[in-house]
């Protein structure tokens, strides 16, 4: 996926979708990084999205501070520069690539432990989708509960539409053509 630029692709769409509210951003960076999950390793789905996540944390704090976080290397002291958005988008990323892993069996390799030890101790086998049929509904629950809690309860976010967001992911999707083979 990344070798193709698709993870970036399904961000970038997904996000154009969203809009430009910071607390509906997190949203479909949650959304996309737990479908990716499901299928890729937490890890490599949290290290896919980063790229994209520190490019908006970019955008809003060179509009709020004059300055970029890879100018500054750290995070403003004071929420009024945009510090709750990035902790929650980065927060909502690492959460939503855990909780998307418990999605299917591939997921997550504690995943495939827990089928084998099913099996080996109670003489259970539990296919692909009967696996799929008991970890979607914890999924749906627990997203967008944590969606809630990062970005109104633990970090709520106290800035406006994200200007020139819309134009970063036009330009961003411009970048990548259109759809290849590989893709």
């Known amino acids: 996926m990344q070798r193709w630029g698709l993870d970036r692709r399904i961000a970038l769409v997904t996000l154009s979708f969203v809009g430009t509210k910071p607390a509906n951003m997190i949203g479909g960076f949650m959304v996309v990084t737990a479908v990716l999950s499901a299928w890729v390793s937490n890890t490599a789905t949290a290290a ?3 790229p994209i996540a520190i490019s908006v944390i970019d955008l809003v704090f060179k509009q709020h501070a004059g300055r970029s976080l890879t100018e500054t290397g750290q995070l403003p002291e004071q929420d009024g520069y945009g510090r709750n958005f990035a902790l929650s988008l980065m927060l909502g990323i690492a959460y939503a690539a855990s909780i998307g892993g418990i999605s299917t069996i591939i997921g997550s390799p ?3 432990i827990l089928v084998r030890f ?3 101790a109670y003489g259970v086998h539990l296919s692909f989708a009967q696996w799929m049929l008991i970890a979607m509904p914890l999924v749906v629950i627990f997203l967008p509960l944590a969606w809630v809690l990062i970005t109104w309860v633990l970090y709520p976010i106290r800035i406006g ?7 970063l992911i036009r330009e961003q999707l411009k970048k990548l053509g259109p759809m290849q083979r590989g893709e």
């Open 118 to 120: 099913i099996k080996d």
């Open 110 to 112: 504690p995943n495939g």
């Open 161 to 167: 539409r994200i200007a020139g967001g819309k134009q």
């Open 48 to 50: 896919m999205m980063l």
